[in-house]
Structure formats: structure tokens, C-alpha cells
């Protein structure tokens, strides 16, 4: 039997590990269970995600509890993705033992704040400045019925970050999250704790490709809007190709990747195919108007892939740009994305990779930092 025991509420079943928060909670689950650490799990469920066995190889125990996504959850005066994951039988739970409890995301800390949790440890796992992320979601969302949910969220988000105070540790995921946490909650310890992930080892080819890659969840308005960017001002009447490859593109993605020969959508890739995409492009290019969070593609293509393409935000406080090539408008990155197709991708540049990976990246280190941070303070 573990001898230490760890309370994880994910706000979603994490697995598959298909999208970027629940991959941090999914490999962390891995990372922890090798450690020898006990994991409690509690996840919120709704439909088009399944409860998975798989989980019960990490965990000690895997509780599921339902999404309350009705009216009573959409007029609360708390955030709908907070006061949706609610459940009496997960207080109930919490409160069989002492054991510390970490909170992944702003989503699952309906309970942070809770009278009789008072003197536990309670961990806030950071994944977003959400609010940020939803005014954002506001900026570049089409529809007015999403624009105003967003503006909204934003707004109620903003007014609940004041409910981490009663964190008793802060795990952020990037340094420029980390210092505004920081700047904000100056009565709490606020660590830097990089996202976990899939890769354990870099695996990119040297060599050349002959398409540049964009991957992400296309459905969201963010990712969506970054493809619309990247076909319309970055690869019209280009002579290089772009694959999109990523969840449930919308009609217009579709249709703009229809009227330019140069790109190629492909939807719903698998695991496998994904992987394969971005060992073999030549340039994986990724741009983001969010300078929120970690973005785990990131960390996907510079593992896996060959050169990289970002923009600035894409970087947020990750320590990458040595391992990135930068552009900021539409002519820079046409720029670079010529002289990258003119390079061969040298072996040199995996060794760097692996240089600065390691120091920051390794779900192992990650591991023992978040056990002494979590059982040693």
C-alpha cells in the first residue's frame, strides 16, 4: 500500500489524453502512480467522454460524478464551468480522510473554499488565466450568442480568482502565469510546474519534409481562428504547403481549406496519425492570440517533430525561444517559413532540444518536485 495519498478532482474524465488539460492531468496521474504515490481520482462526466478502466491502473480509487449542466447551473452567480461541478457525494468523499487535495484547473474548485475543508491542504493545479482566456474566446468568437456567454464568463471568473486564497500551494504551468499569480496572491506560495505530457524522449528525424503543420482542437475558437490566420494571411498564394490536422474542424475551416489548393485539412486524425504528421513535416508552424497557459502542441512538435514556427505568444514564459524560430505578423513568418524550407534539419539541433528539454520538461523531475512541494513544504 502507498504510504502518501493524493486527492485529484479533474474537471473531465482524462482519458483518452486527447486534448491539452486533460493530457497534463493524465500523464501526471502516470507520473505520480510511478512514484509510489496513492491517487484518489474524481472526475466530472458529461457525454462524449466515456469512464475509462485505464484509470484504474494509476489510481488507488476512480470516483465519477455528473456535470450538472442545467438552467440553476447557467444563472449562478459563479462561473457555469465551476458551479456545473458541483456534487455533494464529492465533499462527501473528500472528507473520508485527511489527505491533501489538488484542484486541477479554476473548473473543479467549487469546494476550495468549503468551511469543512478548512485545514487541508489544498492545491490549485493552474492551467489558464481563464478569465483572460474567455475575453479572449469573446475577441474572436463569430456567433453573438457565444460572444455574450463568453464576456460573461470572463467577468465571472475574474470576480471568482478571489476564492485561490484559500489555496494552500499554487502549481502554475507557465513563468509569466506564475508571476502574475504571484503579483495577486502574495499570502501563498505560487510555484512554477510545467505542464506533463506524452513524451518521455525526443524522437524528432533529421532531415526534411515537404509540408508545414498546424495541429490543434479546431473546434475551439481560438485554434480556429489561428487556422483562419495562418490560410488567409500567411499561406494564400504561398508555393508551400500547410496540412491542418485537428478535432472537429467547423463548416468555414473546411470551405477556406477547399479554396486553396495549397492546404490540406485533415479531420479527427488518430493518435498515431497525428504523430506521424509532426515527425514528418518539415516546419511545424504554431501561432495563438492567447498568451495564456502552457500549449502542450508545443511541446508535442519540439519532442517529436523537426523545425518550429511560433509566435511569441505561442512561447509565454516556457524558456523555448532557443529551441523556436519567432515571427509576430503575416511577412515574417512567410520569411522564415522560406529560409526553413531551404534547411535540412540537423542533429545538432536534437541535441539541443534535448539540453533544455530536460531541465524543465521531464514528467520525472516534475514528479518529485510536485511530491516534496505537496508532503515536505
Avoid: W
Avoid at 485545514?119 to 493545479?125: A, G, N
Avoid at 528525424?205 to 487556422?227: D, M, R
Avoid at 479554396?259 to 495563438?288: C, Q
Avoid at 523545425?307 to 511577412?331: H, K, Q, R
Amino acid at each position: 500500500m502507498p504510504d502518501q495519498y493524493l486527492h485529484i478532482v479533474a474537471f473531465d474524465i482524462p482519458y483518452p489524453p486527447n486534448y491539452g488539460g486533460v493530457i497534463d492531468v493524465y500523464y501526471k496521474l502516470k507520473a505520480l502512480h510511478k512514484k509510489g504515490i496513492g491517487i484518489i481520482l474524481h472526475c466530472f462526466e458529461y457525454p462524449g467522454r466515456d469512464r475509462a478502466d485505464e484509470l484504474k491502473k494509476y489510481c488507488t480509487k476512480v470516483h465519477y460524478y455528473p456535470r450538472l449542466m442545467g438552467l440553476r447551473s447557467a444563472l449562478s452567480l459563479k462561473p457555469y464551468i465551476v458551479a456545473s461541478r458541483r456534487s455533494e457525494q464529492l465533499l462527501s468523499n473528500l472528507l473520508k480522510d485527511d489527505h491533501p487535495i489538488l484542484f486541477e484547473g479554476l473548473h473543479s474548485c467549487y469546494y476550495i473554499s468549503h468551511p469543512k475543508l478548512r485545514k487541508r491542504v489544498k492545491i490549485y493545479r493552474e492551467s489558464n488565466i481563464e478569465h483572460r482566456y474567455y475575453f479572449n474566446l469573446f475577441r474572436v468568437d463569430k456567433s453573438p450568442f457565444n460572444k455574450l456567454y463568453f464576456i460573461l464568463a470572463s467577468f465571472k471568473l475574474r470576480l471568482y480568482q478571489r476564492m485561490l486564497k484559500h489555496a494552500s500551494l499554487m502549481l502554475v504551468v507557465s513563468e509569466e502565469d506564475t508571476q502574475y499569480l504571484q503579483r495577486h496572491f502574495t499570502k501563498i506560495p505560487v510555484e512554477y510546474l510545467p505542464s506533463f505530457h506524452a513524451n518521455e524522449e525526443i524522437t524528432s528525424q533529421p532531415g526534411s519534409g515537404t509540408y508545414a503543420l498546424y495541429n490543434g482542437n479546431i473546434e475551439v475558437p481560438e485554434n480556429a481562428h489561428a487556422v483562419e490566420y495562418l490560410i488567409q494571411e500567411v499561406f494564400d498564394n504561398s508555393p508551400h504547403q500547410l496540412v491542418v490536422a485537428g478535432m472537429n474542424p467547423p463548416e468555414h475551416i473546411r470551405k477556406l481549406a477547399i479554396d486553396h489548393k495549397n492546404i490540406r485539412l485533415i479531420a479527427n486524425p488518430g493518435d498515431e496519425e497525428m504523430f506521424s504528421l509532426i515527425k514528418n513535416a518539415h516546419v511545424n508552424i504554431l501561432v495563438t492570440f492567447q498568451a495564456t497557459g502552457l500549449k502542450l502542441k508545443l511541446l508535442n512538435t519540439l519532442y517529436r517533430g523537426r523545425f518550429c514556427l511560433v509566435n511569441e505568444p505561442m512561447l509565454n514564459g516556457t524558456g523555448l525561444e532557443s529551441l523556436c524560430e519567432i515571427g509576430n505578423d503575416p511577412d515574417t513568418l512567410r520569411q522564415k517559413l522560406n529560409i526553413l524550407f531551404e534547411k535540412t534539419f540537423e542533429t545538432s539541433q536534437i541535441s539541443l532540444r534535448e539540453s533544455v528539454l530536460s531541465k524543465r520538461y521531464a514528467n520525472n523531475k516534475n514528479a518529485e518536485r510536485l511530491i516534496h512541494l505537496v508532503f515536505n513544504p
